[in-house]
């Protein structure tokens, strides 16, 4: 992060002092030039960072569920130089403190972030009788209720947000992704109107950006799961300026074949139709048929995307996660952006323990906007 603090810097100064023989016009398009050469999700990411900055600051209180993790911190004090959030560590203060130094970092508690304390915090009685409340027929008694809200970090930070204590959740970086979802979707739950949860990732690849769903959630999606999955990737898409064009993948390629997953997503595509005329999607197609609009010209004359797809639909959470790491991999050089919960009811995100501290910043942004 240097280079994007100190270039400019420099820059200024040898334009002012007269040594610059080629003055920079413009330093702002100059730290954007750089930042997209030091992160390559920046191009990607650029107006989620925009409207991030602009948010009300009544929408930026995120709470960080691993708030001891070192990548958290890290990532922590990039969102606060970058104005990006007001941020909530759930830790312990002493602990908090001891790695704050030990890491070099210059977070301040209660100027730079808030503590919740989840082996003594003062909300503590107000946020276990709420969760009581809310599980008491699922099973929960008073003694679990006590103990989840001591131990359980995504629960804590979900109450935190139920309360009206935070605005948004980032959490993930070690554990399962169904084990925080379902202490998420116990306090939280599913966005109005929508009956299923899903996850998006976003590849940087050296000559598109794609999107593919569902990498971690669903195991076998029907086909009425498959389509509002599509749509909800879709929209979520448009807030990264991006056109979505959709392709249902399959080892069938436009009715090659009547296996189960086949017809599965050729369902899936005629509700989706049904349901968001407006988007560009086809299918059941090849991967490489959808990553090739002069192939799939040839495969399919009449298909509505008029590009290359840079959504990719996978009938199987399987099939979604191992193209998401071969690709990540192999062809994106480990630039990845997600996962991305779609779906709930508020703004909550569930990385992977393999989530870098540039991740975990993208997703904190995409939490505040």
């Not at 191992?322 to 709930?344: D, E, M, Q, S």
């Amino acid at each position: 992060r240097l280079m994007l603090k100190i270039a400019p810097a420099v820059a200024l100064a040898a334009q002012k002092s007269g040594v610059a023989q080629r003055p920079i016009k413009d330093i702002a398009a100059y730290t954007d030039k750089l930042q997209q050469f030091v992160y390559h999700s920046g191009s990607l990411m650029k107006p989620v960072f925009a409207m991030a900055k602009k948010a009300p600051a009544a929408k930026k209180r995120i709470v960080f569920a691993e708030g001891e993790e070192e990548r958290v911190l890290r990532a922590v004090q990039v969102v606060i130089d970058e104005g990006l959030a007001k941020p909530i560590l759930i830790g312990r203060p002493a602990v908090l403190a001891q790695r704050i130094e030990r890491y070099g970092l210059r977070l301040r508690p209660e100027i730079d972030f808030d503590v919740i304390n989840p082996e003594r915090d003062d909300r503590y009685r107000s946020y276990w009788e709420t969760y009581l409340s809310m599980t008491r027929r699922k099973g929960t008694t008073e003694q679990y209720a006590k103990l989840e809200m001591r131990r359980r970090h995504t629960l804590i930070g979900s109450m935190a947000i139920h309360k009206g204590d935070a605005d948004g959740m980032i959490c993930g970086t070690f554990g399962t992704v169904n084990l925080h979802l379902h202490y998420i979707d116990q306090v939280l739950g599913r966005r109005a109107g929508v009956n299923t949860y899903a996850a998006m990732n976003a590849l940087v690849l050296p000559d598109r950006q794609v999107v593919l769903v569902d990498t971690h959630v669903n195991e076998t999606p029907t086909a009425e799961q498959i389509a509002e999955i599509t749509v909800m990737a879709a929209e979520e898409m448009r807030r990264f300026g991006l056109h979505p064009r959709a392709a249902l993948l399959s080892h069938s390629n436009f009715g090659s074949s009547n296996s189960e997953s086949a017809c599965r997503m050729r369902e899936a595509l005629s509700l989706i139709r049904a349901r968001a005329p407006e988007l560009e999607v086809d299918g059941e197609m090849h991967g490489d048929v959808a990553l090739d609009a002069h192939t799939l010209r040839q495969a399919m004359p009449d298909t509505p995307l008029k590009g290359d797809a840079n959504l990719l639909v996978f009938s199987s959470m399987d099939s979604a996660n191992i193209a998401y790491n071969l690709l990540k991999v192999a062809a994106g050089n480990g630039v990845a952006i997600g996962p991305i919960l779609l779906g709930c009811a508020r703004a909550v995100h569930v990385l992977t323990p393999s989530a870098t501290v540039r991740r975990i910043v993208n997703m904190t942004a995409l939490a505040v906007v």
